[in-house]
């Protein structure tokens, strides 16, 4: 959940391509329609965040004062930080190294490394946490979160830092080199600062996906504030307890947002010609390649070499009784599945649909209310989802009974959730619509919707696709939402995991761990191949 | 391309409209708290038995309880199962069970069930005390479970507050030592022990040595022990003796709403929990590991014999519905 979440800003195109004022003005003002839809989008984004708050609010000062000044709120703020600010700085190096070994120096099996070290994004957090937890007791503290939050979001950093040691110009190096600078100076003055845009941005993201983390911190048994929202709602059930400690972590998460939005936005290290590009300079690494082939090599067992490891080895253990107490039977396997793929579907039409209006009105008609909208959908990147799904829980329990516990709510915080995932790939398919075509098309005879219909969406149809696979994707390996969400008799692949490893029945979790992964693994290489690695794996600066 | 996205999206549409409809198919909604592998267990030998499908909704003991209170009479409960008895004693306050019907009431001992009859007690779980074999030895086992707070246990000590089955422990000594002794022990516990999320946290922590001793219900070192094998496991369990209050023992229950539309059914249900019939299947699981309170039928060998173990005098209306218990964690700052 928080994984795709955070993934998100990555893939988001740096360059912003403008439509040319000329089609603004031939076009004229966007319809009343547009607009309202577009704005309704937003509104539901702002729902469980206003909600949140007022709720927090109704407490009274003397009553949110003794929910927030509590012992635990402080050792749970202490255990947060410590993990965030720890699980970042690994991530850096981790990922800045690797991407710096792929990118410049003439590793031997790079191209294969470099995907090696970008896949374990496709495997869920709370897997890798039941990877480790069955595999030893003894993780689970500081330093068995630390490990699983380090692979999983490493990748976080590793492809920004690719992405901008690729574009990089050579002649910046160069020319230190020239003016005398060793390679180690050369790293530090030169490199390391244009850098600094990438690595920034991506440590804020593992920031935001840590600070969000649940099912794989509490799979650990490790607490943070995402872990005891939980537990609040555990013993209480109306959001209203968790809802002062969610404001806090909302507000943590926010913050996260607004200074990766500011990295991202102040600070470009472009060339100023856009000419041919030359392949930058790459460092042989002589002897020194061995330890480093071995430490890649090292890597990709941790990262990916142990959940899948640990799946395949618990799938073996299936059938011994003394290991395994629980019954898995086909049919449930079967029904976890349809449920998981099921929601899936109906959550990537939806979001799909719901990111078209705000996607048509910045890609044609840009401005203050395009652009303001915009950021209002970004802002759900920084609620967790389990902030989402408590403000609803409560939302339909008060105001919306008729939909309580229905799929279509799940469905809908699953919106709420990845709307920003959408509207990247949405927007981008949509610019890349010729405007003339839609001209041609109205000069012809056809309405606006006819238009829309018969032109902009089967032209945009393949980038609507890679947002709609995203979004299943997201949806498939959701935990949080799903758990509090899921309509009564509904089991998903991700609660059954959930469920099993709560009760330390590895092996019957392991069916389900291994479709799910299988999914994501087998959505993300698809997305790869039929779109290009740029178009998942992103074009950051 | 627009008759094939198109067609996507009217699949898609389909896919979405079938599965909304078939989460509205079953006859019978439970509300449980009960395990999610022992409920599937019961639930499908149910299914089996009487034709009736069931669909579940899995949850704290507590928050389900809260969760009935909030949707008061259109909730699309049937039955609720929970795994603590305050639980249903919140509920029967609220004159939200319906009576349970005198055959189903009578298959377990009176003691064990609602005082005024809308709950019937399934199974029961004794509240016992973890240690690691290689940190502390049997003899050094406190006497009472009030001594957990005092400073000799100091980094001895691990507990799950939030834990569900921790709630009627606080109960328990609220009824039998009074409030200014619950909140002394509850603010030595916070100076001594280390915090968990649930008990199968402590009873992990126990036996890979985190921690010497752990406060858990005796189920769960059962669990851990089918699933680590002789050879994983380091720990073992200490009863409390001489009817002291942390030897409680914590009843799972069940009971009908009375907002059900589908009385019949669940009455069925009901009954079916207390057969011989379902009381074997969860004695026999080796995932329960609890008590069956069917006087017929015999815990798993890996427990000490329900007639061994020595719980505190302290009937259900004693013990109460757990009102107090998250106000005293929370002065206390366990929560």
């Given at each position: 959940m928080a994984m795709t979440q955070a993934v998100q800003p990555v893939i988001r195109p740096a360059t912003q391509p403008t439509t040319p004022a000329r089609h603004v003005t031939v076009r004229g003002r966007a319809s009343f329609w547009l607009f309202g839809a577009a704005a309704c989008v937003a509104l539901l984004v702002l729902?469980?965040?206003?909600?949140?708050?007022?709720?927090?609010?109704?407490?009274?000062?003397?009553?949110?004062?003794?929910?927030?000044?509590?012992?635990?709120?402080?050792?749970?703020?202490?255990?947060?930080?410590?993990?965030?600010?720890?699980?970042?700085?690994?991530?850096?190096?981790?990922?800045?190294?690797?991407?710096?070994?792929?990118?410049?120096?003439?590793?031997?099996?790079?191209?294969?490394?470099?995907?090696?070290?970008?896949?374990?994004?496709?495997?869920?957090?709370?897997?890798?946490?039941?990877?480790?937890?069955?595999?030893?007791?003894?993780?689970?503290?500081?330093?068995?979160?630390?490990?699983?939050?380090?692979?999983?979001?490493?990748?976080?950093?590793?492809?920004?830092?690719?992405?901008?040691?690729?574009?990089?110009?050579?002649?910046?190096?160069?020319?230190?080199?020239?003016?005398?600078?060793?390679?180690?100076?050369?790293?530090?003055?030169?490199?390391?600062?244009?850098?600094?845009?990438?690595?920034?941005?991506?440590?804020?993201?593992?920031?935001?996906?840590?600070?969000?983390?649940?099912?794989?911190?509490?799979?650990?048994?490790?607490?943070?504030?995402?872990?005891?929202?939980?537990a609040e709602?555990?013993?209480?059930?109306?959001?209203?307890?968790?809802?002062m400690l969610a404001s806090i972590l909302m507000l943590l998460c926010l913050v996260c947002l607004a200074l990766e939005f500011r990295v991202r936005g102040l600070s470009r290290y472009d060339r100023m010609d856009r000419g041919a590009r030359r392949a930058p300079a790459r460092y042989h690494l002589g002897w020194g390649k061995w330890p480093v082939l071995a430490s890649?090599?090292?890597?990709?067992?941790?990262?990916l070499g142990m959940p899948l490891g640990m799946i395949v080895y618990w799938l073996l253990q299936h059938g011994d009784a003394a290991i395994t107490p629980v019954e898995v039977s086909l049919p449930l396997v079967l029904d976890a599945t349809l449920s998981s793929v099921g929601l899936g579907l109906a959550g990537a039409a939806l979001t799909t649909v719901l990111a078209l209006p705000l996607g048509l009105l910045l890609a044609r008609h840009p401005g203050r209310i395009a652009t303001l909208l915009e950021r209002i959908v970004y802002l759900a990147q920084g609620l967790p989802g389990i902030v989402i799904a408590l403000a609803i829980v409560s939302l339909a329990i008060q105001a919306l009974r008729p939909l309580y516990q229905s799929a279509a709510l799940l469905v809908v915080a699953y919106a709420i959730l990845f709307l920003p995932l959408a509207l990247v790939s949405v927007r981008a398919a949509l610019l890349q619509v010729e405007p003339r075509l839609e001209d041609a098309a109205r000069s012809l005879g056809l309405n606006r919707w006819q238009t829309l219909w018969r032109v902009v969406l089967p032209l945009a149809g393949p980038g609507l696709g890679c947002a709609a696979a995203l979004v299943f994707i997201s949806v498939m390996t959701e935990l949080t939402a799903t758990l509090?969400?899921?309509?009564?008799?509904?089991?998903?692949?991700?609660?059954?995991?959930?469920?099993d490893t709560a009760a330390l029945a590895f092996a019957a979790a392991a069916p389900y761990a291994a479709i799910l992964v299988g999914f994501s693994l087998i959505s993300t290489w698809l997305l790869m191949s039929l779109f290009g690695k740029t178009a998942v794996l992103g074009a950051t600066s | 391309m627009v008759s094939r996205f198109s067609r996507v999206a009217g699949i898609a549409a389909l896919l979405a409209a079938s599965f909304v409809g078939a989460a509205h198919a079953a006859t019978l909604t439970l509300y449980s708290a009960q395990h999610p592998q022992t409920v599937t267990l019961l639930t499908k030998d149910f299914e089996k038995q009487s034709g009736i499908a069931v669909r579940v909704h899995t949850g704290e003991g507590p928050q389900l309880a809260a969760q009935l209170v909030a949707e008061g009479q259109s909730s699309p409960a049937d039955v609720y199962l929970t795994s603590n008895s305050p639980e249903l004693m919140?509920?029967?306050?609220?004159?939200?069970?319906?009576?349970?019907?005198?055959?189903?009431?009578?298959?377990?001992?009176?003691?064990?069930?609602?005082?005024?009859?809308?709950?019937?007690?399934?199974?029961?779980?004794?509240?016992?005390?973890?240690?690691?074999?290689?940190?502390?030895?049997?003899?050094?086992?406190?006497?009472?479970?009030?001594?957990?707070?005092?400073?000799?246990?100091?980094?001895?000590?691990?507990?799950?507050?939030?834990?569900?089955?921790?709630?009627?422990?606080?109960?328990?000594?609220?009824?039998?030592?009074?409030?200014?002794?619950?909140?002394?022990?509850?603010?030595?516990?916070?100076?001594?022990?280390?915090?968990?999320?649930?008990?199968?946290?402590?009873?992990?922590?126990?036996?890979?040595g985190a921690v010497a001793t752990g406060i858990i219900n005796n189920y769960y070192w059962a669990r851990l022990h089918t699933e680590m094998g002789d050879k994983g496991t380091h720990s073992a369990l200490y009863h409390f003796g001489n009817a002291d209050v942390g030897a409680l023992l914590n009843v799972s229950g069940a009971a009908v709403l009375k907002s059900?539309?589908?009385?019949?059914?669940?009455?069925?249900?009901?009954?079916?929990?207390?057969?011989?019939?379902?009381?074997?299947?969860?004695?026999?699981?080796?995932?329960?590991?609890?008590?069956?309170?069917?006087?017929?039928?015999?815990?798993?060998?890996?427990?000490?014999?329900?007639?061994?173990?020595?719980?505190?005098q302290l009937d259900m209306q004693k013990l109460g519905d757990d009102s107090q218990a998250v106000a005293l964690l929370r002065k206390a700052g366990l929560l």
């Open positions: 729902l469980p965040l206003a909600f949140t708050l007022r709720q927090a609010l109704g407490f009274g000062a003397a009553n949110a004062a003794e929910l927030v000044f509590r012992p635990i709120v402080g050792e749970l703020a202490l255990n947060t930080l410590m993990i965030v600010a720890a699980a970042t700085v690994t991530s850096a190096i981790v990922g800045a190294a690797a991407a710096w070994f792929v990118e410049r120096t003439h590793l031997p099996g790079r191209k294969i490394w470099a995907v090696l070290a970008a896949a374990p994004l496709a495997v869920p957090p709370f897997i890798t946490s039941y990877a480790w937890v069955s595999f030893s007791e003894s993780l689970q503290d500081f330093n068995g979160a630390l490990l699983v939050v380090t692979t999983a979001y490493y990748p976080l950093i590793y492809l920004p830092v690719a992405a901008a040691l690729r574009g990089m110009d050579p002649a910046l190096e160069e020319t230190a080199r020239s003016l005398g600078l060793g390679p180690w100076t050369r790293f530090f003055r030169v490199v390391l600062p244009q850098l600094k845009p990438a690595l920034l941005g991506g440590m804020l993201l593992v920031a935001l996906g840590t600070l969000s983390e649940f099912g794989a911190f509490a799979l650990l048994r490790f607490r943070t504030f995402t872990t005891e929202i939980y709602y555990r013993l209480s059930f109306d959001g209203s307890g968790a809802s890649f090599a090292g890597l990709t067992l941790v990262t509090l969400l899921a309509p009564i008799g509904t089991q998903t692949l991700a609660m059954q995991v959930w469920a | 919140l509920l029967e306050g609220k004159g939200m069970l319906s009576k349970v019907q005198p055959a189903t009431f009578g298959e377990i001992p009176a003691h064990y069930s609602s005082p005024t009859g809308v709950w019937v007690g399934v199974m029961a779980r004794e509240n016992v005390l973890a240690y690691n074999t290689k940190m502390i030895k049997p003899e050094q086992m406190p006497a009472s479970l009030l001594d957990l707070g005092k400073p000799a246990w100091k980094g001895k000590i691990a507990i799950a507050p939030s834990d569900g089955d921790f709630l009627p422990l606080v109960s328990a000594v609220l009824a039998l030592k009074g409030e200014a002794a619950t909140l002394e022990w509850l603010k030595g516990l916070r100076t001594n022990a280390q915090i968990f999320d649930d008990n199968e946290g402590v009873v992990a922590a126990v036996n890979r059900s539309k589908n009385a019949e059914v669940a009455n069925k249900f009901l009954a079916y929990l207390v057969s011989p019939r379902a009381q074997q299947l969860m004695a026999n699981s080796k995932v329960t590991y609890e008590y069956p309170l069917h006087a017929g039928v015999a815990p798993d060998p890996i427990l000490k014999p329900f007639n061994q173990i020595n719980p505190p």
